[in-house]
């Protein structure tokens, strides 16, 4: 009875065997999982300030239909100003209500602006360069205006980069009719 005891108590302890190899295995998925994490959260990184940014433009046209009050009027328009090479974008009201210019003016930032981009995160190009996206209620009208131009364009293309990476980049594209695209 006593030695069948014996080897029941040994049956139920971890090998240094078994030890070594759970240790390994936790060694070559670390070895081969870290090299790639920098790659992976930069990915991610980018993926979410281009979500982030077409919420806020998505926003910018649903204030816009809702013909949401801003200070004592409904403005002219809602929309978006971005610049670039910047990590930021701003969120405007385009005032005074009834005679906006359907762009972008100082002073016309909605808070929180200029809404910061997650770090290491900035645009790298736009076409047309230093955009507004202008949405005028109640339909919304769509406008896209570039910084020297007279006459809208039809769609516009926002390229987001890391600072760290500039090859890696998430792409915009916001047309006339509303559609916005994160490629």
Do not use: C, W
């Amino acid at each position: 009875m006593n030695l069948k005891n014996h080897r029941q108590k040994q049956k139920n302890g971890v090998t240094l065997v078994e030890l070594l190899v759970v240790t390994t295995i936790i060694v070559i998925m670390s070895a081969v999982i870290y090299p790639s994490y920098r790659d992976i959260r930069g990915q991610l990184l980018l993926e979410r300030a281009a979500h982030k940014l077409g919420q806020d433009i998505r926003k910018a046209g649903e204030m816009a239909m809702s013909a949401k009050m801003y200070g004592e009027a409904v403005p002219n328009g809602y929309g978006v100003y971005l610049i670039l090479g910047t990590t930021f974008y701003v969120l405007y009201a385009d005032m005074p209500a009834g005679s906006g210019n359907e762009r972008y003016d100082s002073g016309e930032e909605i808070p929180p602006t200029p809404i910061q981009m997650e770090g290491g995160v900035r645009i790298s190009s736009a076409t047309p360069s230093g955009m507004s996206i202008n949405f005028r209620p109640p339909s919304p009208t769509i406008k896209i205006f570039g910084n020297d131009q007279a006459q809208p364009v039809p769609e516009a293309i926002i390229s987001l980069s890391l600072t760290s990476n500039p090859s890696k980049t998430k792409s915009i594209r916001i047309n006339a009719g509303g559609l916005i695209d994160i490629e």
